[in-house]
């Protein structure tokens, strides 16, 4: 069974930092797209970033270019997060997310194109 755990979530203070990772099992990594999307209550779950498992190309919401980052380490099956200068707007559950793509992620970050998703991690900027 593919399993994803997101991790590093917490509280940071606006222009903070933080790093979130995702662990990934059951998969192989080198034939995934792998997206982070956030969502707060109320409001439709909106793609973050995304990045192809056997590629170093990503891509990233408007609302986060310029001051968040993808990356993968494939040794370990994990994704990263690192999110710079966060904005209180950046606050709400990040999910690490899956889906089988060859060679490359659709350019647009849509949820249909993610089967397998984590539980979520808690981002509270201030």
């Known amino acids: 069974d593919v399993q994803l755990v997101e991790s590093g979530g917490g509280s940071v203070q606006a222009g903070g930092s933080l790093r979130l990772s995702c662990a990934a099992s059951?998969?192989?990594?080198?034939?995934?797209?792998m997206g982070w999307f956030r969502q707060v209550p109320g409001k439709e779950r909106e793609g973050v970033a995304s990045?192809?498992?056997?590629?170093?190309?990503?891509r990233y919401g408007d609302s986060v270019k310029g001051r968040f980052t993808a990356s993968k380490d494939s040794a370990k099956n994990t994704l990263y997060l690192q999110m710079n200068s966060l904005e209180p707007e950046d606050t709400g559950m990040y999910y690490c997310?899956?889906?089988?793509?060859?060679?490359?992620?659709?350019?647009?970050?849509?949820?249909?194109?993610?089967?397998?998703w984590g539980r979520g991690t808690q981002v509270t900027g201030s």
């Open positions: 997310a899956a889906g089988i793509w060859v060679d490359y992620c659709p350019q647009r970050l849509e949820m249909a194109d993610f089967g397998y």
């Open positions: 059951g998969l192989d990594f080198s034939n995934y797209c």
């Open positions: 990045i192809h498992t056997s590629a170093s190309s990503s």
